[in-house]
Structure formats: C-alpha cells, structure tokens
C-alpha cells in the first residue's frame, strides 16, 4: 500500500510538471565511453549529433534550427543529441541558466573530458576542432555526413531530407 | 539511387573543401608572410635574424578558449622567446563578422595584456589559409633549417583548455623543448576544440 501510494505520487509529480513545462532540462555528464556509444548507434534511425557551447557565437546562432526542425520528426526516426563542450565549470552558472532562458527542449549532453585529443578523431578524422560541428548518420543503413561549419536551417532540412 | 548520388556529391564537396584547406602538418616546409602588427609595422619571419623558430599561433580577441589560454601563451613567450623560439600571434578573424576582432581591438588588447610578443593582424586571411588554420587558438611550432621554415608541431598548446593547473601534456612546451635539444617533438600534431576562424562571407 505504502509503495503503491508512493508511485501514484511520484506519478502524479511527474504528470503535473510535464503538463506545465517545467520539467527540468536533463542534462548528462558524459565522458569518453558515452560518446562512443552515441557514435556507434546501431538502431536504424538517423542521428543528428551538434556539438556546440554557449560561448561560441556562431552555435547559439544556429540552435534555434535544431530545435525547430526537431519537431518536424518523430523521435524514433530522427534522434537530436546536443553536445555541449561548455567547461564542466560552467555547467550550473552558464549552460543550465542559457539552457532555461533560451528554452531548449533537445536532450544536451556535456563533454566533460576536457583532452580533447583523445576524443576528436572518433567523430571524425577530419575534424580539427572547430565548433559548431554537427554529425548526420544512421549506422545501421551506413549513411553519414560530417558538417565542420555552421549550418543554415535550409541546408539542415536539406541534409537530413536527403539522409533520411 | 537520388540518395546515393547526393552521398557521392557531398562526399566530393567535403573533399574538395578538405583539398582546399589543407592543413600543414609536420615535415612541411611553412610560408612566410607580412602581416601588420598592432603598432602598424610590417613583420615577416625572415626579420628575425637570431630566430631559431616560431610559435606561430593563430589567435584572437574575443574567443573563449583563447582567453583561457592568454596567460599561459605570455608565459610560453616569456620562456621560449629568449631560447630562440619567440610566439608570433596572428589574428585571422574578419572584423564584419567578429567586430571585436579588428585592427583597432587588437591594439587595445594588446596593450591591456601587455604583450611581449608580436601580434599580427592576418586582414586578407591568406596567411589563415596557407597554413591551413582552422580555430583559435592554433599552434604552428616551426623551426628554421638551411634558410627554410619548416613545421614541427601543429595544435593544441596543451590539454587542458579550462584549467592550467590540470593539463598533464604540455604539448607545445614538451615539443619547443625537444627541439632545444636538437630532437624531433615526440608529439607532431594534437586536435583541441576552439573558436572556427571568422572567415569572410564570400
């Protein structure tokens, strides 16, 4: 009885907070192993991976296209990951609060190996480091496309149209 | 069959981008250049006669990882330029679309930093692109070997943009050292996130 009342609350919590939009954005700590498991989806959807921070202006200037195009497409067919390589220090004074403000709804996942060495070759090889950079691929039908720049929205819908 | 056409032709345009933004790497032999500094002198390479090489260091006003980097790029000059291998910092970003990266800016950092070392302004961007700099900052250690530049170490200064005190590899301190000793850097290129150079809008 004692568990039961609990869920029901828990439930009850969770269902008040989604409907008023108050939900928390959850944001995940991640490391090297969770890269890589992100890269190696195997499931047959298109992955639309942005690696951005709130520092960089040219990636706060093309978010608002992820977000827009995002709900163009059911979650099963076009997953959007937000990578950010804001400084782990800056997590709860700088990301969470832009995070708040500028309402953004796609998951963010912050990079928090800050050797960047060891983990920039693995999204790509041609990537020198330079942000915005966003990753388009489906694993399991061996399509991919690599944009090391700033990208428009037309040029995104494009992109994922033609991947998809 | 209209995908898998659109595949081949991205794949051809990222190479052909790729082609024409070749990057030096280690072994090659670098440009020189004339780029104006903040005192509105014209400085190239072959100027500096007592020169053994350079840190030449694609550099800015207003990117983030850059301003992490300032202090520690003060001290890399402060340590190496009286060694024989003096930081040239170029400012490569087009002041249209990074206005607190022109000329004027420049100076004025220049002069609150008080840097010792010498601060190019790449306006044409020529340079940026010769040697295939891509962000900021960007490290190109050259050395100088029979009257030619040539490329050593091309990358991050160290591995760790936020936190100084928790960078375990100095890459371009390990590498300036290497040479002083008359060896190749064990380390020849490293990646790091930063700033994509603010090229102008064709």
């Known amino acids: 009885m004692k568990t039961t009342t609990k869920t029901v609350l828990a439930l009850l919590v969770t269902a008040i907070l989604s409907a008023s939009g108050m939900r928390a954005q959850e944001i995940e700590r991640i490391g090297i192993p969770e890269l890589e498991k992100i890269l190696s989806a195997s499931d047959d959807r298109l992955y639309v991976v942005n690696f951005w921070a709130t520092w960089c202006a040219p990636c706060v200037k093309e978010l608002p296209h992820f977000e827009k195009i995002s709900a ?4 099963e067919k076009v997953k959007f990951i937000l ?9 709860d004074k700088q990301l969470i609060p832009f995070l708040k403000k500028n309402k953004i709804t796609l998951p963010v996942s912050v990079m928090t190996n800050l050797d960047y060495n060891e983990w920039i070759d693995k999204v790509d090889s041609s990537w020198q480091g330079n942000i915005p950079a966003t990753l388009l691929f489906n694993n399991a039908a061996g399509r991919r496309l690599f944009i090391p720049d700033e990208v428009e929205e037309t040029e995104l819908r494009k992109a994922i149209t033609e991947l998809l | 069959m209209k995908k898998f056409l659109f595949l081949i032709v991205s794949g051809l345009m990222m190479t052909m981008i790729a082609g024409a933004q070749s990057q030096y790497k280690a072994g090659d032999v670098a440009a020189d250049f004339k780029l104006k500094n903040v005192k509105g002198e014209t400085i ?29 790029l003060q001290d890399i000059n402060a340590e190496f330029a009286s060694k024989g291998y003096p930081v040239i910092a170029i400012n490569p970003n087009d002041k249209t679309v990074a206005p607190g990266d022109s000329f004027e800016e420049m100076q004025k950092v220049a002069k609150n930093k008080n840097y010792r070392f010498e601060y190019l302004y790449d306006e044409t961007q020529e340079t940026a692109r010769a040697y295939g700099a891509t962000n900021t900052p960007h490290v190109y250690l050259l050395s100088k070997k029979d009257g ?7 990358g991050a200064i160290d591995n760790n943009a936020d936190d100084a005190t928790a960078a375990d590899k ?12 008359g060896e190749s850097p064990e380390v020849k290129g490293t990646k790091a996130i930063g700033c994509t150079i603010k090229w102008k809008k064709s």
């Open chain 1, 72 to 75: 163009e497409y059911e979650p």
């Open chain 1, 83 to 91: 990578i950010s390589l804001d400084f782990p220090s800056q997590i």
């Open chain 2, 44 to 72: 190239s390479l072959s100027q500096f006669n007592d020169a053994k090489g350079f840190i030449v260091t694609f550099w800015c006003n207003t990117c983030p990882v850059v301003k992490k980097y300032d202090q520690r």
């Open chain 2, 148 to 154: 030619k530049l040539i490329v050593e170490y091309v």
């Open chain 2, 170 to 181: 100095k890459y371009l301190a390990d590498a300036v050292n290497s040479l002083l000793k």
